[in-house]
């Protein structure tokens, strides 16, 4: 029997208590188990990136910086891995290359290894910037495509994207399913399609929220996807990934085993469990499927961001109203995969239609959206929509980065009266609302 072992990716320490627990996971309740963690033999640990950082700053007065270098020192063996949103880096706005080639150097000296980089949009033109800097930092860049369905995302379409990420010289590609929506019958076509065309790994990310993960992952191990993420159980499924010794369970005795040690994963899984019952208040409540993203595409995450939007303006009687507008929106803008930021822009904007009419008041980040400030949308804009928008004025074609000045030496002299240090400034430059108060609260850093 030939083997090949299945990569695993464990993602305890951030997209599985960002989509169960609203990232609130404080570092406090990582260090008792990282050394464990660090003896698993993972391929690697993401613990960081994503609403991590954003989070940090915002809401547990924590340093993040300090976060990666704290458990680096606790777990050598491991690659740490970090998701990073190309030109967004962890914001929520494009940033001038300087800002995110000095993200970059900060990041890997703090003790990132493996950076997952994404667009939105599938704009691959917003993630060059980052995928050339990580390389001349010599850590292992790992291109990702944001599978969505459409008529304009075909297998064609991901494997003509897979080919794109490999002539920008990605050591791995992931297959980025952030809301459930790749079906078992159709990952094995897409998997051994990829593999044909590409020599690098693929990796596979997909969420438990359609309920379809554990059925796809095993069609994809099967198709010979090189490495899965999953979660270890107690902070698995519902929107957030599958049970990482469910997966080393079943693969036990195969050629894909993965010769991963369940007594240890189980050491594992009784600190988490202990651990989740003192994130109650947070604790989300959707544990089970939610099969009308399915029809929708829309996540849990993104229905009780809709309801909020509704309840303020008491109109949450309409939210059947918005979820049968915003595929019609989607389609309007494009077919734009629906996740952060576009998930919020779509959304926002089938909220307005249904209240105020369609497109009667257009929010400005459709705006930019439509005049394509955030990259290249995947397909055609609707021509009412594009008119409203744009008018006698031309789309934007360049990258959008190509329109920002340098920023970096900007933000090193608005902040020098705060601080020197580089690592602080970059918070500045992310997160200007709420830099201040983090300072004054987190006060001087440790050496």
Same mark, same amino acid.
């Given at each position: 029997?030939?083997?090949k072992?299945?990569?695993?990716?464990?993602?305890?320490l951030?997209?599985a208590?960002?989509?169960?627990?609203?990232t609130?996971?404080?570092?406090?309740h990582m260090?008792?188990?990282?050394?464990?963690l660090?003896?698993?033999?993972?391929?690697?640990?993401e613990?960081?990136g994503?609403?991590?950082?954003?989070?940090?700053?915002?809401?547990?007065?924590?340093?993040p910086w300090?976060?990666?270098?704290t458990?680096?020192k606790?777990m050598p063996?491991?690659?740490?891995?970090?998701l990073?949103?190309?030109?967004?880096l962890?914001?929520?706005r494009?940033?001038?290359d300087?800002?995110?080639d000095?993200?970059?150097?900060?990041?890997?000296a703090?003790?990132?290894?493996?950076?997952?980089?994404?667009?939105a949009?599938?704009d691959?033109?917003?993630?060059?910037?980052?995928v050339?800097?990580i390389? #001349?930092?010599?850590?292992h860049?790992?291109?990702a495509?944001?599978y969505?369905?459409s008529p304009m995302?075909?297998?064609?379409?991901?494997?003509?994207?897979a080919?794109?990420?490999?002539?920008?010289?990605?050591?791995?590609?992931?297959i980025?399913?952030?809301?459930?929506?790749?079906s078992?019958?159709?990952v094995?076509?897409?998997?051994?399609?990829?593999?044909?065309?590409v020599?690098?790994?693929?990796?596979?990310?997909?969420?438990t929220?359609?309920?379809?993960?554990?059925?796809?992952?095993t069609k994809?191990?099967?198709?010979?996807?090189d490495?899965?993420?999953?979660?270890?159980?107690?902070?698995s499924?519902?929107?957030?990934?599958?049970?990482t010794?469910t997966?080393?369970?079943?693969?036990?005795g195969?050629e894909r085993?993965t010769?991963l040690?369940?007594?240890?994963?189980?050491k594992?899984?009784?600190?988490?469990?202990?651990?989740?019952?003192e994130?109650s208040?947070v604790?989300t409540?959707?544990?089970?499927?939610?099969?009308?993203?399915?029809?929708?595409?829309v996540?849990g995450?993104?229905?009780?961001n809709?309801?909020?939007?509704l309840?303020t303006?008491n109109?949450?009687?309409?939210?059947?109203?918005?979820?049968?507008e915003?595929?019609?929106?989607?389609?309007?803008?494009?077919y734009?995969p629906?996740?952060?930021?576009?998930?919020?822009?779509?959304?926002?904007?089938a909220?307005l239609?249904?209240?105020m009419g369609?497109?009667?008041?257009?929010?400005r980040?459709t705006?930019?959206?439509?005049?394509?400030?955030?990259?290249?949308?995947p397909?055609?804009?609707?021509p009412e929509?594009?008119?409203?928008?744009v008018?006698?004025?031309e789309?934007?074609?360049v990258r959008?980065?190509?329109l920002?000045?340098p920023?970096?030496?900007?933000?090193?002299e608005?902040?020098?009266? #705060?601080?020197s240090?580089?690592e602080d400034?970059?918070?500045?430059a992310?997160?200007?609302?709420?830099?201040?108060d983090y300072?004054?609260k987190?006060?001087?850093?440790?050496?």
């Amino acid at each position: 029997m030939s083997v090949k072992p299945l990569k695993i990716t464990e993602l305890a320490l951030r997209d599985a208590h960002q989509s169960l627990l609203a990232t609130r996971m404080r570092l406090e309740h990582m260090t008792p188990i990282a050394q464990a963690l660090d003896d698993i033999g993972y391929w690697s640990v993401e613990m960081w990136g994503g609403a991590t950082f954003d989070t940090c700053v915002r809401f547990l007065n924590e340093d993040p910086w300090e976060r990666v270098r704290t458990l680096k020192k606790l777990m050598p063996k491991t690659r740490f891995q970090m998701l990073l949103r190309g030109q967004n880096l962890v914001g929520y706005r494009h940033y001038a290359d300087d800002v995110v080639d000095k993200f970059i150097d900060l990041s890997c000296a703090a003790g990132i290894d493996v950076f997952r980089v994404f667009d939105a949009l599938n704009d691959l033109r917003n993630i060059k910037t980052s995928v050339d800097r990580i390389r #001349k930092n010599g850590k292992h860049v790992q291109g990702a495509m944001c599978y969505t369905t459409s008529p304009m995302h075909d297998l064609a379409f991901f494997v003509d994207l897979a080919l794109r990420l490999r002539e920008m010289n990605v050591d791995s590609i992931c297959i980025k399913d952030m809301a459930g929506l790749l079906s078992p019958a159709l990952v094995g076509d897409l998997v051994a399609a990829i593999k044909e065309k590409v020599e690098v790994p693929i990796h596979l990310h997909s969420h438990t929220t359609s309920g379809y993960a554990l059925m796809t992952l095993t069609k994809a191990i099967d198709a010979g996807v090189d490495a899965v993420d999953t979660a270890i159980s107690p902070l698995s499924m519902g929107s957030s990934h599958s049970p990482t010794e469910t997966i080393v369970s079943a693969l036990k005795g195969t050629e894909r085993d993965t010769g991963l040690d369940m007594n240890k994963l189980l050491k594992i899984a009784r600190h988490f469990t202990e651990v989740r019952k003192e994130y109650s208040k947070v604790d989300t409540a959707f544990l089970g499927v939610d099969v009308n993203i399915l029809v929708s595409q829309v996540p849990g995450g993104m229905i009780s961001n809709l309801e909020s939007q509704l309840k303020t303006q008491n109109a949450l009687h309409r939210l059947p109203e918005v979820l049968e507008e915003l595929p019609n929106c989607r389609k309007d803008m494009g077919y734009p995969p629906l996740v952060t930021p576009t998930s919020q822009i779509v959304g926002a904007q089938a909220v307005l239609n249904v209240l105020m009419g369609r497109y009667k008041i257009i929010s400005r980040e459709t705006r930019d959206l439509v005049e394509g400030r955030y990259g290249r949308l995947p397909g055609p804009v609707a021509p009412e929509l594009l008119a409203r928008v744009v008018g006698d004025r031309e789309v934007i074609t360049v990258r959008p980065a190509d329109l920002i000045e340098p920023e970096w030496d900007k933000f090193k002299e608005d902040t020098k009266e #705060k601080t020197s240090i580089d690592e602080d400034v970059m918070v500045f430059a992310l997160f200007p609302q709420v830099a201040d108060d983090y300072l004054k609260k987190r006060g001087t850093p440790p050496e």
